[in-house]
């Protein structure tokens, strides 16, 4: 084995949350206001966040699994209907929809991107197709044009699984503006930005938002604030079969604060992914990023793709990496070789979902790297024995 010039820093993972003293004093605050569940500190992250995607309403919720789950009941999606959507995805893409009684169809991906192939989702339209379910990949964008020309054509809706693409940006504008109906974002601590766990929900439709609202907090004809400040006795109504889906003013204190710190943070990830693929794009035997003129990447995630002779050692490849303090994960998990969704017959359609899932490998990115972290990594790689 090979022994690198430098010592082992301590462990280098492939994610860190970062979190501050104005996330501290955001929930210190709310604690000490005695309103700790959804309330004032909800709505007002919502509002900015809402400003900061362009877009005219956002929801706040408890994770982006329900968010999705929601956005689908919304759009009129229930048992017996067919939703597309990739199976490079994590499992809640597909759960999502399962849960509400719908059925994913896993179409296969654009092998440049990891998203989507939009020449592959009409093929797969059938008569009990109601909506196409696009995920932004580890935060670079899905070609939402040709998506939403496909949708309009059938008459479809147009969800984007945004959990991993805020800040984002696709055509000059941040993912956030639905080129569809509604976009659904992640704030889970393996996100840029977190509240710990949550979600948010985005639509420029009025109804559509106001219907969510009421949902995620068991379809109430009103929320906790109005009744708390009525002058007069307000009794609530209960119209349809809604959710427990709130976000607690406690997770929004960290999600405001995180709001704030947002373009420095999405700075720092893009300096360090163009610092990988400037030191790792001339080695034969891996594939850097690839991104459309058209897009922004935040890179949530800073994924290589193996080649050759690497591609049958990946296992073997972060394993030598683990032993020098690097943590990497496998690539995109494959929703259709897990338990609920497995079938011989997916195997065989999706074959570039399969090959991204066996030969792709993210490497460590985080707000705290240094740059003698990084040329550690960098180092260590260049270091592999094939």
């Given at each position: 084995?090979?022994?690198?010039?430098?010592?082992a820093?301590?462990m280098?993972?492939v994610a860190r949350?970062?979190?501050?003293e104005?996330?501290?004093?955001?929930?210190?605050?709310?604690?000490?206001?005695?309103?700790?569940?959804?309330?004032?500190?909800?709505?007002?992250?919502?509002?900015?966040?809402?400003?900061?995607?362009?877009?005219?309403?956002?929801?706040?919720?408890s994770?982006?699994?329900?968010?999705?789950?929601?956005?689908?009941i919304?759009s009129?999606?229930?048992?017996?209907?067919?939703?597309?959507?990739?199976?490079?995805?994590?499992?809640?893409t597909?759960?999502?929809?399962?849960?509400?009684?719908?059925?994913?169809v896993?179409v296969?991906?654009?092998?440049?991107t990891?998203?989507?192939?939009?020449?592959?989702?009409?093929?797969?339209?059938?008569?009990?197709?109601?909506?196409?379910?696009?995920?932004?990949?580890?935060?670079?964008?899905?070609?939402?044009?040709?998506?939403?020309?496909?949708a309009?054509?059938?008459?479809?809706?147009?969800?984007?699984?945004?959990?991993?693409?805020?800040?984002?940006?696709?055509?000059?504008q941040?993912?956030?503006?639905p080129?569809?109906?509604?976009?659904?974002?992640?704030?889970h601590p393996r996100?840029?930005?977190?509240?710990?766990?949550?979600?948010?929900?985005?639509?420029?439709d009025a109804?559509?938002?106001?219907?969510?609202r009421?949902?995620?907090?068991?379809?109430?004809?009103?929320?906790?604030?109005?009744?708390?400040?009525?002058?007069q006795?307000a009794i609530e109504?209960?119209?349809?079969?809604?959710?427990?889906?709130?976000?607690?003013?406690?997770?929004?204190?960290?999600?405001?604060?995180?709001?704030?710190?947002?373009?420095?943070?999405?700075?720092?990830?893009?300096?360090?992914?163009?610092?990988?693929?400037?030191?790792?794009?001339h080695?034969?035997?891996?594939?850097?990023?690839?991104?459309?003129?058209?897009?922004?990447?935040?890179?949530?995630?800073?994924?290589?793709?193996?080649?050759?002779?690497?591609?049958?050692?990946?296992?073997?490849?972060?394993?030598?990496?683990?032993?020098r303090?690097?943590?990497?994960?496998?690539?995109?998990?494959?929703?259709?070789?897990?338990?609920?969704?497995?079938?011989?017959?997916?195997e065989?359609?999706?074959?570039?979902?399969?090959?991204?899932?066996?030969?792709?490998?993210?490497?460590p990115?985080?707000?705290?790297?240094?740059?003698?972290?990084?040329?550690?990594?960098?180092?260590?790689?260049?270091?592999?024995?094939?």
């Amino acid at each position: 084995m090979t022994t690198l010039l430098k010592p082992a820093p301590a462990m280098i993972p492939v994610a860190r949350p970062y979190i501050g003293e104005e996330e501290e004093r955001g929930v210190l605050d709310v604690l000490r206001s005695g309103w700790v569940t959804q309330g004032p500190r909800v709505a007002e992250f919502e509002a900015k966040f809402a400003e900061y995607v362009g877009c005219e309403h956002a929801i706040a919720v408890s994770s982006c699994t329900t968010a999705l789950q929601l956005s689908l009941i919304v759009s009129g999606i229930g048992p017996g209907d067919e939703v597309i959507c990739p199976s490079l995805s994590f499992i809640a893409t597909a759960n999502a929809i399962a849960c509400i009684g719908a059925t994913p169809v896993f179409v296969d991906i654009d092998l440049s991107t990891y998203n989507l192939d939009p020449a592959a989702v009409e093929a797969h339209i059938s008569t009990r197709t109601k909506a196409i379910l696009a995920v932004h990949q580890i935060g670079l964008s899905a070609e939402l044009n040709t998506l939403h020309l496909v949708a309009a054509k059938h008459g479809l809706k147009l969800i984007e699984d945004a959990a991993c693409a805020i800040g984002s940006e696709y055509d000059g504008q941040l993912i956030g503006r639905p080129v569809g109906d509604i976009a659904c974002f992640s704030f889970h601590p393996r996100k840029i930005m977190t509240t710990g766990e949550g979600g948010m929900i985005t639509t420029r439709d009025a109804d559509l938002a106001e219907r969510l609202r009421r949902l995620r907090q068991h379809a109430m004809s009103m929320s906790d604030v109005t009744r708390h400040n009525a002058k007069q006795i307000a009794i609530e109504t209960y119209d349809e079969i809604g959710f427990n889906f709130r976000m607690t003013d406690m997770q929004a204190a960290v999600g405001i604060a995180q709001l704030g710190r947002l373009d420095s943070m999405l700075d720092k990830r893009r300096s360090l992914a163009q610092r990988y693929s400037n030191a790792l794009e001339h080695l034969s035997w891996l594939r850097v990023p690839y991104v459309p003129e058209n897009c922004r990447h935040n890179y949530q995630s800073y994924m290589v793709l193996l080649i050759g002779e690497a591609a049958a050692q990946r296992d073997h490849i972060m394993q030598r990496l683990l032993e020098r303090n690097i943590s990497t994960r496998r690539a995109i998990m494959a929703i259709h070789r897990e338990a609920p969704y497995r079938s011989a017959s997916w195997e065989d359609s999706l074959p570039q979902t399969s090959l991204v899932t066996d030969t792709g490998m993210i490497l460590p990115l985080f707000h705290q790297m240094t740059e003698e972290d990084q040329d550690y990594v960098i180092e260590a790689i260049h270091e592999v024995q094939l």
